[in-house]
């Protein structure tokens, strides 16, 4: 069992956005991204998947959906939440869209 959190992601932030995923194996008490980002699978241009567990806002937007990955491995036979966490310095134009969202055994 390698579990790695899987789900599809569109987004339209402004420059002083950042869209984040994180873990906590505390009940919520401390949130981190250690580890998400390893053992990324093989890139595909144009499709992902992204395993970059921040998105930082720019002054475009996403207009197509895109795969992120992240390994949960290290999180291994652990109570293990986790969160998408939208920070904004002011306002986000449209805001982030998160679909398709699972852990899986690849």
């Given at each position: 069992?390698?579990?790695?959190?899987e789900f599809w992601?569109?987004?339209?932030?402004?420059?002083s956005t950042t869209a984040a995923v994180e873990v906590s194996v505390d009940g919520g008490f401390s949130w981190t991204q250690n580890n998400l980002i390893n053992n990324c699978?093989?890139?595909v241009s144009g499709?992902?998947?992204y395993?970059?567990?921040?998105?930082?806002g720019s002054a475009t937007s996403v207009a197509?959906?895109?795969?992120?990955?992240h390994d949960l491995r290290a999180y291994?036979?652990?109570?293990?939440?986790?969160r998408f966490r939208l920070s904004t310095g002011g306002s986000t134009n449209?805001?982030?869209?998160?679909t398709d969202i699972y852990v899986a055994d690849p």
């Open positions: 069992w390698t579990p790695r959190l992601s569109l987004w339209d932030l402004r420059s699978p093989p890139f499709v992902g998947p395993c970059d567990p921040n998105i930082f197509e959906w895109f795969s992120r990955v291994n036979n652990q109570r293990l939440g986790i449209d805001g982030w869209w998160i």
